[in-house]
Each structure stands twice: as C-alpha cells, then as structure tokens.
C-alpha cells in the first residue's frame, strides 16, 4: 500500500470573505456603516440579539466609549482584508497533522474581529468553515461569566484598535500554531535515566511562571467551551489571551497521541475568580506592559474513577509525553526557549482524573520529553500532600524503572503512589518487550473525553 502522503492531513481553504464576491459585498456593507453607539453596533450586526451588547451599554458605559473611539480602526482593518492577507488561502490543520501555521498578530486579530462580528455566519458552507467558530453563545448569553468573557473580548479588540491607530510593532509580530504527533517507546531510552528536575509549588499560578512553556488543561477540541458556558482553566486562559481563540478555527480535534502548541500569546486582560465566578477585572496592559505565554495543549481522559485502568494510564501519559515533547518542534525556525514547561493537577477537575496520578505520569513524560524542569502547581489541593512528602523517595526510582511500575500495577484511586512505591519491579527492563511494543502500546487505548456540542452548528 503507498504511504498516505502528510499533506493530505492539511487542508487550505478560501476561508477569508474577500475571495466570494457576494459574501464581501455584504461584509463591505456591514463595515462601511458608521457607528456611534452600541446599540447601533447591536442592529447593525446582531439584529439587536445581542445580550452582551445591550448590558454593556447599560452597566459598563465607559468600556463602550473606548471601544467606541478605536471601531473605525477595525473596521479599516476588515476593509483591508486583501492586503493583510495577500494569499487568500489558510490552512486548516487536521487531525494527526504535523505542521505550524505563522500569522501575524494583525492577521489574528482580523480572524478574531470576522469571528465576533458573525461574518463567517454569512456562508458558513460557502467558506468551510469549521462550524463551532461561533460567538453567538456569548454575544447572546446573560451568563455572569460570559459576560466578563464578552467584555475581554471587547477590551482585547479596543487595545487592538489602539494600536491599528499607532501603528504598533507588536501587531507584525509573529504568533506560532503547531501541531505534532508522536508515538513513545520505552527502548528508545537508556536504563539509567534520572528523572527530570521539578519544582513544587503550593501557592501560585501557571500564568504567574517563569517556565517558557505552560500546559493548557485542553478538551480533545481546543478551546473547550471558551465559546460557550465553560469557564474552567483552558476556557479562562483563551478569555484573557483571545488570541488562542483563533486556534479554534484553525485545528481539528486532537487525536490520542498529537497535540498543540501556540507560541507568543499575549495576556490582554486581568481576571479573578473559577467557573462561575470567573470575572473580568480589566486591561491587563498598563504602561506598555506586555505579559506573554507560550502555550501546550494537551487533553486528558474524562473518567470519574480517575483515570486508572490501564488504557487510560497509557493514554494519558503518551498524550502528556507528545504534548512536552513540543519543546523541541522546530526548535530554530520557531523560537528559542528554554526546555521549563509549568503545569498542574491537569485533567484532575470535571475531568476527574486522579492527582497523584496525573503528577506521575506528567513527571514521567516531561523527562522522556527532555525537559529541564518541571514547574508544578499544586492550587493547595490536599490531595497533593503525599506527593509532597513521597518526593524524595520517587526521585530515587529512575525514569525507566517508574514507567514499568505505573502501566505495570493494578491502580486504585487516592492509593497511586502508595501501590507504586511498593512494587519494586526485580526485573527491572526484562519487561519492557512487553510494554515498549510501539504497536501494542497504541491499539484499543482509552479516548479522551470532549463535549460533542462543542462541533454542532449554532443556529
């Protein structure tokens, strides 16, 4: 059989309104209008739909007026789509892809801005374009927490209208889209190998890190329900860092053993809060401070008993191993990073994967993945505190010797470590003919959990 060529995982679509002469005929029309006020913004775009619009106006008058003063600069950005996308073409990275797509910060932007507006909801069919690319859940929502989504999404769009209006070099900087896939065998590592170094810490956020990469706690499809009613760890970071939300139009679902990683995000406003008490707290720039993030998404299995049988321990650590692995993807035509990833109790919250667990398994990946240092967060889970007090005694078991003791035990929830530490494997690597089988590792392995209604059409 001849091998399936890695392009056909690509996809270029004419997503961009400006190659279908009707579509851009209605776009022009849109953004030739003048606005003054919200509620005109409202009827122009939203048939006055829009909940988020009209509570805006109402409570928070004086982020309408900025965003008001800066709208003809995005406006003038849509009517210049020809020029800022000189090819009309975008890829579209599918699953299993090993690939990257380089956009400017203006080109995302503008991606963003056709998003907010409803335009690809002109011809969704017409463009291709991937259907759960919608902002009607929040524009329409008077959910507490998509509100403040909204009103990041209305302060990321004013600061990048301000800067259309300076003309800012930080809008030609590059932002990465990559995708990789990887398989893992055991064999390919010596006996002997240490784990990687790793820093607890008790206090703190992910987003407060200096690691140049930290772990988006993604779903299958990336960005979860950022576009919906979620409001948990991927759903906060794409609302403060829109521009991971482009990410969404760009990539399929992941499959069990790829993952993505998005470089030079920046952190456009400030938050407070989880789930439904997630609040928007304003502009995170002040005084030209720019805070910048270099994301890895990876997905975990969604199961309430945690995560322990022995496909989903499998599944779970190869997802983590492909993800860190990113570190190294194209390392000198992307960005020059040091090998520090930030992570946490990933997949440990509605997913209800088990914390020591997932802790293992993401030490373990992370050293196959050559990374230097782990940073990880703990959120002052208790859950946490044997780790903390069995630390020193995992260091003491080599990378090798580890992995044959976690896919080899019969795992019990809350018990992980504990099972683990005591089944000293005499055998040491005789195993790992049986376990480093590249083909036998990757048949029948548990899938991910992700919501379906995250793909549906929004009507």
């Known amino acids: 059989m001849k091998d399936k060529d890695p392009k056909d995982s690509i996809q270029v679509f004419s997503y961009l309104p400006h190659k279908y002469k009707d579509i851009w005929e209605k776009t022009q029309a849109l953004f030739n209008k003048e606005i003054k006020t919200i509620t005109e913004l409202n009827t122009l775009f939203y048939n006055g739909q829009s909940s988020l619009l009209k509570e805006i106006e109402k409570n928070y008058l004086e982020e309408a007026k900025e965003f008001l003063k800066v709208y003809n600069n995005i406006r003038s950005l849509v009517l210049n789509m020809e020029k800022i996308f000189e090819k009309d073409e975008i890829q579209f990275l599918r699953t299993n892809t090993t690939n990257k797509i380089i956009l400017t910060r203006k080109q995302v932007a503008l991606i963003f801005i056709l998003g907010f507006f409803n335009i690809f909801y002109l011809d969704m069919k017409k463009m291709n374009v991937y259907s759960r690319y919608s902002f009607i859940q929040i524009l329409t929502s008077k959910q507490g927490a998509n509100l403040s989504k909204g009103r990041s999404f209305l302060n990321y769009m004013t600061v990048i209208g301000k800067w259309l209006e300076e003309k800012n070099e930080l809008l030609e900087e590059k932002i990465t889209f990559i995708r990789d896939k990887k398989d893992f065998n055991i064999k390919d590592y010596p006996d002997d190998l240490k784990l990687c170094n790793i820093l607890i810490n008790k206090e703190g956020s992910l987003f407060d890190s200096e690691a140049s990469f930290y772990v988006d706690f993604a779903n299958q499809f990336i960005g979860g329900g950022v576009l919906g009613g979620g409001n948990v760890q991927e759903e906060i970071l794409f609302s403060v860092e829109p521009e991971a939300i482009v990410s969404m139009f760009l990539m399929e679902k992941m499959s069990d053993n ?54 989903s321990v499998e599944r779970d650590f190869i997802k983590a191993f492909v993800g860190f692995n990113l570190i190294n993807f194209d390392e000198e035509n992307v960005v020059k990073l040091n090998k520090t990833i ?114 549906k059409s929004v009507p």
Not at 276 to 295: D, L, S, V
Not at 385 to 394: A, S
Not at 420 to 431: F, M, P, R, T, V
């Open 342 to 455: 930030a992570t946490g109790n990933w997949g440990c919250g509605v997913f209800g994967g088990d914390f020591e667990l997932k802790f293992i398994q993401q030490w373990l990946a992370a050293t196959y993945a050559g990374v230097d240092t782990l940073y990880y967060y703990t959120f002052s889970q208790k859950e946490m505190n044997t780790v903390i007090k069995k630390l020193e005694e995992i260091k003491l078991i080599n990378a090798n010797d580890l992995y044959l003791r976690l896919i080899g035990s019969t795992l019990v929830k809350h018990k992980v470590l504990e099972i683990i530490l005591e089944n000293d494997i005499d055998e040491k690597l005789s195993k790992i003919n049986d376990v480093g089988d590249n083909d036998n590792n990757n048949k029948n392995k548990k899938k991910s959990c992700c919501f379906d209604f995250f793909v």
């Open 258 to 311: 790829d993952a993505i990683r998005i470089d030079n995000l920046i952190q456009y406003s400030k938050y407070s809060g989880y789930g439904r008490n997630f609040k928007y707290e304003g502009n995170a720039i002040n005084n030209n401070k720019i805070i910048r993030h270099n994301i890895i998404a990876i997905d975990a299995v969604c199961d309430s008993k945690g995560g322990i049988d022995k496909k």
